[in-house]
C-alpha cells in the first residue's frame, strides 16, 4: 500500500459549477519525493492543499478520495482532520515571514504542535524534541534563540524553522509549496539539501510543489506535470526529462533555460485557460502543434508507457522522439561601437555605499547580461545609469558625450534613446489608464505627435510586440502578466531607443511566458539593432540570452566575459559558488579543475 | 500621531523581488521603546499642549471682543470699564500677559473665574470628576461591547447579526451626536416611555455612579456614538487576520479553532483595537461638550458652554488647556500601548 | 515557428470591469443613499415655494398639536413647524456643502505637496495639521465663532479647515504609496515633469478613495454645523435652520414632537444619505469593509 493514494480528485470554485483541478489520480510511495510542477493557473497548490483536506477561500473540495497510510483524509469530520494536520500530513508554507505568527516567540510556536498532538510527553521532553528538531536543520537550540520573534530572523532561518516545525511531529508525508520561492540561490540549495536529507532520515513521504523544474529535477524521484487543472504526465524525473512525452511537457522543457548548456528558448502559443474558460476535451490542444480533431471531444485518459509512467494524450504513441536537445548556436556578435562605458562609479545610499569603482563597456549590438543576487547592486546600477538614482560619483559616457546624473539634466534625445523596462509588471503600468494612453505618454511628450498619427505608431509598436491593436483601448488589468510586460517593452519602443536596460523583467513570470518575452527582445535586437542591458539573477536565462556576462557581488564587478566562457570557466571564486548552487535540469559533469561542491 | 491601523500588514510575495521600503512612520520608535523614546513622545505631548495654550490665549485677547463689556453688560461706564481692565490686567501687552499667566499656571494658580470671581479650580474639579466617570463609564461599555460584536460579525460574515450591525451602523454614524441624544429624550425621558430623567439633575458634589438613572441616557448616547466605529474596525481587522497566511498555518498544524482564534487571531488583531479605542476617546472629549449641553450634565463640556457664553477667559483658556492635555494623553497611549504590543516595534528590527 | 504563430489570439474574458463609480452606482445602497440625500436637497431648497406659511407668521398658539391650519402643529413661538422646517435647510445644505468641498479641496493640495516633496515641506505642514489634529475640534470652532460672532462664512472657514488634517494625511498615504510604483517612475525618467505627473497619473488614483472622503466629510459637516446651531452658536434667531430648532423647541416635547422630529428627520435623512453613497463607494473597490475614523 501506497503511502499517499489520491484519486479523482476534483476541487471546484465555490458557488459555480467550474473546477479547478478534476480528475486528479497519483500514488507516493513511502519515503518517496514527487515534484507537483506547473506554471500559474495550473492547481498545483490546490491539489497540494488538498492533501490537508484543505481549500482556499473560494475553493472547495467537490469529491475524490485522498489516502494518506490508509486514513481517508477527505472523509473525515472536523476534529479527526485537525488531528490527521500536523501528525499525519503536515505543510511547509511558501512565505515563511507571513506564515509565522508576528506576535509568537519561535518557541511557543515551535512547541504548540507537539502540545496539541502528543500530550502525553512532559515539557522537559518537548524541550528535548525541539532541541533536536532544530539541530538537524542547523539551527541553533539555545533558549535565547528560542526566544525570537520571527521578524529577528532571516529569510532562510524562517524556513527552516519551518521545516524544523513540519519534521518534528514525524508525519508520514510532508507537503510543501513552493517553499524556495524568494530565497536566493545559496539559501534555496541549502534548504532542499536539508530536506532530502530530513526525509531520508525520517522515511517521510514529499509532495513538492513548485513551478521549478531545475529545483527538482536532482531532489524528486519522480514527477507529476500539471496543467489546466489536469495531470497531463507522471513519471520517474531522468526519464522524463531526459525524454519528455506529453506535448505539453515537451514545449515547458524546450522553454525552460539551463545553466549548463545555451538553450534556444521556445515559447508556447496562447496563454493557459483560465477555470473558467477551459475548453472542452483536452485542455492543452488549442495551444499543441499535434492536436487533431478528437482531441476536443472529451479529455484523453491516462496512458501507460513503460517505465512506469502515463501520459494523457491520444496521439503519445505516435509523436516523434524529443530525445536530446542539441544546444542552440551561439550568437554571433555584430560590428559595433561601444555605446556606453561606465568609469569608476561610486554609488551611496545616505551613508551606506552600494556600488565601489564599477567599470564596463557596453557595445551598440550587444546584449550584455549583469548577473548577481540581491544586494549585489545590479539593479542599483542600473537605475544610475537610466537616472533614476542620481547620487552617483564617476563617469558614465553615453556615445561620446557623459551623462549627467539628473534626468532633467540630459538631453531630450538622451532620454529618448536611453529605455528602461522594470521587473513588475502589475506595477509598471498605471492601473487607471488604457494600455494606449501609457504609450502615448511618450509619443507626445518627444514626437509632440497628435490623432491619427498617434494612433498609428500605438497601433505600430503593439504590432512589433505581437499584442493585437485592440488592446490600446484595455486596461492593465484586463491583461496577463505576460501580455503587461509586452505593453510596458512597447512602451520602451515607442521611443525609438538605441539602448534598452531590462531589469529583471522575467522574474514574475512563467517559465513559458519569460521564453516569449526572451525571444521578443531578442528579435526587437536584431531588427532595431538595440543595446540590451539585461539585469537578472538567473544565471541560467543568462546562458541563453546574453552574448557577454557581468557578475556582480557586493557592489563590485568581480567577473566579465564571453558567456560561455564565463559560465565554464569561471575564474572568480564567487562565480564558482554561483554556478555550483544554481540548479541544473542535468548534473554538472565532473571536469578537471572544476571543484564539485 | 501618524498611526497606522494595520497589524503587521501582509508580507508581500518575495517573487517580485525585494519589498519596497515602507514611509519611516516616525511616531515608532527605530531602535526599539525605550525610556528615552517615551520621554521624547511625552515631550513632543508638552510642546503641542503649549502650542494649544498659545494659540487660544492669543485668540482669546487678541480678537475684536471686551471682557470687560460682557462681566458689565451694555449700561456701564467708560470709567468702571477702565477699572474693571486693568484690575484684569488687560491692558498690559498681550505678550505680557501670556507671560504672567503661563507662570501662574505653572504654580498650580490657574486663574479666577470672571463669572463668579472664585478661583478656577472651584468648579473645575467637580465638572472633570463628573466628566471623567461619563468617559469611563462610556468606555467601559463601549469597547468591550465593540470587541464582542466586531468578532462575533467576523466569524459569522454575512449573517443576520453581521447585516443587522452594520445597516443600523450606518445609520448610527451618520447622524450627529446631538440627535442620538435627542431621540432617546423622546423615546425614552418624554413621548414613548417616561422611564428615564431627560435631564441629569446631579446634586453638586455627588458621586454620579450612584446615580445611575441620571447616567443613564448621556452613556447611552455616547455608546451609541462611538460603538459602530469602534466595532466595525474590530470587525475589519478581524476578517484581515483570519484570512492571513499565520493563522491558515495554525489551522494546517491541526490546532484546535479556539487556539487559533484566542492565541493566533485575537492578539494580533487587538493592536489596532487598542490604537482605535484610544483615539475614540480622544474624540469623545469633542463629543461630551455636546452630550452634555443636551442632558445638562455638570461636567466640563457644560462649564465650558457656560464660559464661552459669558466670556469667562481664564475658565476656557484652562478648560481648553484640559481637553488638550486630554487628547494628548490618549494619543499617546495608544501609541505605547501599540508599541509595546507589538514585539517588532519593541525589539525594533532585526537582531 | 514563425512570429506570425506568436501572435496572442484576442481575449476571450469578459468585458471590463466598469469603473469604480458605476459598480458603486449598481449597489442598492448607494442608489438609496443617493435618493434620499437629493430628496432632503430637494426639499431644502424648493421648500419656501412649497411651505403653507411664511416661516416668520404666527398662525397660532405655541406647541399646539397638529391641526388644518398647521399639519405638523406650532412651534415655540406659534409659528407653523411644517413651514419653519421647509425654510430651514437651506442655509445648513449649502454651508455644509462648502465646508466640505474647500477642506477636502485644500486637503488635496496639501496632501500631495506633502507626499511629493518628501522635506522640510511636508514635515513643516504635517506636523502643523497634527496639532490641529490632536484637538477635539468643535472647542476650537465654540471658541471661534462666539468671539468673532455667529458668520456663515466663518463658519464654513472653521469646518472646512478641520477636515485638512484627515483629507491630507489620506491623500498624502495613497500619493506615497502611488509614486513608489514603476509607472511614476517611467515617467520620471523620459523628463516628465512633476506637476504633470502628479495630475496625470497620480490623481486617477487617487479619486475614488477621495469620493469616499469627500461623501463622508459631507456627513460629518452636516452634524457638525447643525451641533453649532443646536448650541446656539450657529444661526442666529428669528432666523431658524433645523440644528437650532431642535434646541429650541425642545421644551414642548411632551406637548407636540413635531417641532422636533421634523428637523430630526431632515437632518438624519441627508446624514444617512450621504452615508450610504460613502459606504456604498468604498465597498465596491474594497472586498472588505473599512471604516474611516473621524
Known amino acids: 500500500m501506497s503511502c499517499v493514494e489520491v484519486s479523482q480528485l476534483r476541487v471546484e470554485l465555490s458557488g459555480v459549477r467550474a473546477d479547478i483541478v478534476d480528475d486528479v489520480s497519483f500514488e507516493i510511495e513511502h519515503g518517496e519525493i514527487v515534484a507537483l510542477v506547473g506554471e500559474s493557473g495550473s492547481g498545483k497548490s490546490t491539489i497540494g492543499n488538498a492533501l490537508l483536506g484543505f481549500a482556499r477561500r473560494g475553493a472547495r473540495i467537490a469529491s475524490g478520495r485522498v489516502e494518506i497510510d490508509g486514513l481517508s483524509v477527505l472523509e473525515l469530520g472536523p476534529p479527526a482532520l485537525r488531528r490527521a494536520r500536523g501528525r499525519t500530513v503536515a505543510y511547509i508554507p511558501q512565505d515563511p515571514s507571513a506564515a509565522l505568527n508576528p506576535a509568537l516567540r519561535i518557541g511557543r510556536q515551535l512547541e504548540e504542535g507537539l502540545e496539541r498532538h502528543n500530550p502525553q510527553l512532559s515539557g522537559a521532553q518537548r524541550g528535548e524534541a525541539i532541541a533536536a528538531g532544530l539541530s538537524e536543520v542547523d539551527l541553533p537550540n539555545g533558549r535565547e534563540f528560542l526566544r525570537r520573534y520571527p521578524h529577528q530572523l532571516s529569510g532562510g532561518q524562517q524556513q527552516r524553522i519551518a521545516i524544523a516545525m513540519a519534521f518534528l511531529l514525524r508525519p508520514s508525508v510532508i507537503v510543501l509549496d513552493e517553499p524556495t520561492t524568494g530565497l536566493d540561490v545559496t539559501t534555496q540549495r541549502r534548504v532542499i539539501e536539508t530536506v532530502r536529507q530530513l526525509c531520508e532520515r525520517h522515511g517521510t513521504s514529499a509532495l513538492y510543489v513548485t513551478h521549478d523544474l531545475s529545483v527538482v529535477a536532482n531532489l524528486a524521484d519522480r514527477i507529476l506535470v500539471a496543467y489546466a487543472g489536469r495531470i497531463v504526465e507522471t513519471g520517474p524525473i531522468d526519464a522524463v526529462f531526459a525524454e519528455p512525452a506529453h506535448p505539453y511537457t515537451r514545449r515547458l522543457l524546450a522553454a525552460l533555460p539551463d545553466v549548463g548548456s545555451r538553450r534556444g528558448l521556445e515559447p508556447i502559443p496562447g496563454r493557459a485557460p483560465a477555470p473558467r474558460a477551459r475548453p472542452s476535451g483536452c485542455a492543452f490542444r488549442e495551444r499543441c502543434e499535434f492536436a487533431i480533431g478528437a482531441c476536443a471531444t472529451a479529455p484523453p485518459a491516462p496512458v501507460e508507457l513503460p517505465g512506469g509512467r502515463s501520459v494523457r494524450c491520444l496521439r503519445v504513441h505516435e509523436l516523434p522522439s524529443s530525445a536530446g536537445l542539441s544546444p542552440a548556436p551561439a550568437r554571433a556578435i555584430p560590428a559595433q561601437d561601444t555605446i556606453l562605458i561606465v568609469r569608476d562609479l561610486i554609488a551611496s545610499y545616505g551613508q551606506h555605499r552600494v556600488l565601489h569603482d564599477v567599470r564596463f563597456a557596453l557595445g551598440s549590438h550587444e546584449c550584455l547580461a549583469l548577473v548577481g543576487e540581491s544586494g549585489s547592486g545590479k539593479t542599483t546600477l542600473a537605475r544610475s545609469i537610466v537616472g533614476l538614482l542620481s547620487s552617483w560619483q564617476g563617469e558614465i559616457v553615453y556615445a561620446g558625450g557623459p551623462l549627467a546624473p539628473q534626468v532633467r539634466a540630459r538631453s531630450s534625445l538622451i532620454r529618448r534613446e536611453l529605455q528602461y523596462v522594470f521587473q513588475n509588471p502589475y506595477s509598471s503600468l498605471n492601473p487607471r489608464r488604457t494600455i494606449g494612453d501609457a504609450l502615448s505618454l511618450p509619443i507626445e511628450h518627444f514626437f509632440h505627435l497628435r490623432g491619427r498619427a498617434r494612433r498609428e505608431r500605438i497601433a505600430g509598436a503593439l504590432e512589433r510586440v505581437s499584442l493585437p491593436a485592440a488592446y490600446a483601448d484595455r486596461y492593465p488589468d484586463q491583461l496577463s502578466g505576460g501580455e503587461r510586460q509586452r505593453a510596458a517593452i512597447a512602451r520602451a519602443l515607442v521611443c525609438q531607443p538605441r539602448v534598452l536596460i531590462c531589469d529583471e523583467v522575467t522574474s514574475a513570470l512563467d517559465v513559458s511566458v519569460q521564453a516569449a518575452i526572451v525571444k521578443l527582445l531578442h528579435e526587437l535586437q536584431l531588427e532595431q539593432g538595440l543595446a540590451l542591458l539585461f539585469v537578472t539573477h538567473d544565471l541560467a536565462l543568462v546562458r541563453s540570452i546574453a552574448q557577454r556576462v557581468i557578475v556582480m557581488h557586493a557592489g563590485r564587478i568581480v567577473e566579465t566575459g564571453e558567456t560561455d566562457a564565463v559560465l565554464t570557466q569561471p575564474s572568480h571564486e564567487y562565480t564558482h559558488r554561483l554556478l555550483a548552487d544554481t540548479p541544473r535540469l542535468v548534473p554538472a559533469p565532473t571536469e578537471p579543475g572544476v571543484p564539485v561542491s | ?351 | 515557428m514563425s512570429a506570425g504563430a506568436l501572435t496572442v489570439p484576442l481575449r476571450t474574458r469578459a468585458r471590463r470591469q466598469p469603473g469604480p463609480l458605476r459598480v458603486a452606482w449598481r449597489r442598492p445602497q448607494t442608489k438609496t443613499g443617493a435618493l434620499i440625500a437629493l430628496l432632503t436637497i430637494a426639499l431644502a431648497l424648493l421648500g419656501p415655494l412649497l411651505a403653507p406659511h411664511s416661516a416668520t407668521q404666527f398662525v397660532g398658539p405655541p406647541f399646539s398639536p397638529a391641526s388644518a391650519g398647521a399639519p405638523l402643529g406650532t412651534d415655540y413661538l406659534g409659528r407653523d413647524v411644517l413651514s419653519v422646517t421647509l425654510d430651514g435647510g437651506r442655509s445648513l445644505l449649502w454651508m455644509a456643502f462648502a465646508a466640505t468641498t474647500l477642506g477636502v479641496g485644500v486637503g488635496i493640495a496639501l496632501g500631495m505637496i506633502a507626499a511629493y516633496s518628501r522635506n522640510l515641506l511636508d514635515d513643516l505642514i504635517m506636523r502643523l495639521l497634527d496639532v490641529l489634529y490632536a484637538f477635539p475640534y468643535i472647542v476650537l470652532v465654540l471658541l471661534f465663532v462666539s468671539l468673532l460672532g455667529s458668520n456663515q462664512a466663518l463658519i464654513v472657514l472653521l469646518v472646512g479647515v478641520g477636515w485638512l488634517p484627515g483629507v491630507a494625511r489620506t491623500t498624502r498615504g495613497i500619493t506615497l504609496e502611488v509614486i513608489t510604483r514603476d509607472f511614476v517612475n517611467a515617467a520620471a525618467i523620459i523628463g516628465i515633469p512633476r506637476r504633470t505627473i502628479l495630475v496625470r497619473e497620480v490623481l486617477p488614483n487617487l479619486s475614488t478613495p477621495l469620493m469616499v472622503e469627500y461623501a463622508l466629510r459631507l456627513t460629518w459637516s452636516v452634524g457638525l454645523i447643525s451641533a453649532l446651531s443646536f448650541l446656539g452658536f450657529g444661526v442666529q434667531p428669528p432666523a431658524s435652520d433645523w440644528g437650532l430648532m431642535i434646541n429650541q423647541n425642545r421644551d414642548g416635547l411632551a406637548a407636540n414632537p413635531w417641532c422636533v422630529l421634523a428637523p430630526i428627520i431632515c437632518i438624519a435623512l441627508f446624514a444617512i444619505g450621504t452615508n450610504l453613497i460613502a459606504d456604498g463607494i468604498s465597498r465596491s473597490v474594497a472586498g472588505i469593509d473599512r471604516e474611516i475614523l473621524p
Open chain 2, 1 to 351: 500621531m501618524s498611526i497606522s491601523l494595520r497589524p503587521g500588514g501582509r508580507a508581500r510575495r518575495s517573487a517580485f523581488g525585494r519589498a519596497r521600503g515602507r514611509e519611516p512612520d516616525r511616531s515608532r520608535p527605530r531602535s526599539g521603546v525605550g525610556a528615552r523614546w517615551i520621554l521624547r513622545r511625552i515631550a513632543l505631548g508638552v510642546v503641542v499642549v503649549w502650542g494649544c495654550s498659545v494659540l487660544i490665549f492669543f485668540a482669546l485677547h487678541a480678537l475684536p471682543s471686551d471682557p470687560a463689556q460682557a462681566i458689565l453688560g451694555k449700561q456701564a461706564t467708560p470709567q468702571a470699564l477702565a477699572h474693571l481692565r486693568s484690575f484684569l490686567g488687560l491692558d498690559r501687552p498681550v505678550i505680557s500677559q501670556y507671560l504672567s499667566w503661563l507662570g501662574n499656571l505653572l504654580q498650580g494658580h490657574l486663574g479666577r473665574s470672571y463669572a463668579t470671581q472664585q478661583p478656577v479650580t472651584v468648579e473645575l474639579m467637580p465638572a472633570l470628576e463628573d466628566s471623567l466617570c461619563l468617559l469611563a463609564a462610556t468606555a467601559a461599555i463601549s469597547i468591550p461591547l465593540a470587541i464582542l460584536l466586531g468578532a462575533l460579525t467576523a466569524l459569522r460574515r454575512d449573517g443576520v447579526l453581521d447585516r443587522g450591525s452594520l445597516f443600523v451602523s450606518l445609520l448610527l454614524t451618520a447622524v450627529p451626536e446631538f440627535v442620538i441624544g435627542i431621540v432617546l429624550v423622546i423615546v425614552f425621558a418624554t413621548v414613548v416611555w417616561r422611564v428615564l430623567p431627560a435631564v441629569a439633575l446631579l446634586p453638586a458634589h455627588a458621586d454620579p455612579f450612584s446615580h445611575p438613572r441620571q447616567l443613564a441616557l448621556p452613556v447611552l448616547t455616547l455608546v451609541l456614538a462611538v460603538v459602530p466605529y469602534l466595532y466595525r474596525l474590530v470587525r475589519g481587522t478581524m476578517i484581515d487576520v483570519l484570512e492571513s497566511e499565520y493563522v491558515t498555518m495554525a489551522r494546517l498544524k491541526g490546532l484546535s479553532e479556539w487556539t487559533v482564534v484566542m492565541r493566533h487571531a485575537l492578539p494580533n488583531a487587538l493592536i489596532p483595537v487598542t490604537q482605535a479605542s484610544a483615539i475614540i476617546m480622544s474624540y469623545l472629549l469633542g463629543g461630551i461638550v455636546v452630550v452634555e449641553y443636551v442632558f445638562g450634565y455638570p461636567g466640563i463640556g457644560t462649564l465650558l458652554t457656560q464660559a464661552i457664553s459669558s466670556r469667562d477667559i481664564p475658565t476656557i483658556e484652562v478648560v481648553s488647556i484640559v481637553l488638550t492635555a486630554g487628547v494628548v494623553l490618549f494619543n499617546l497611549t495608544a501609541d505605547v500601548l501599540t508599541v509595546l504590543l507589538t514585539p517588532k516595534l519593541r525589539t525594533g528590527g532585526q537582531a
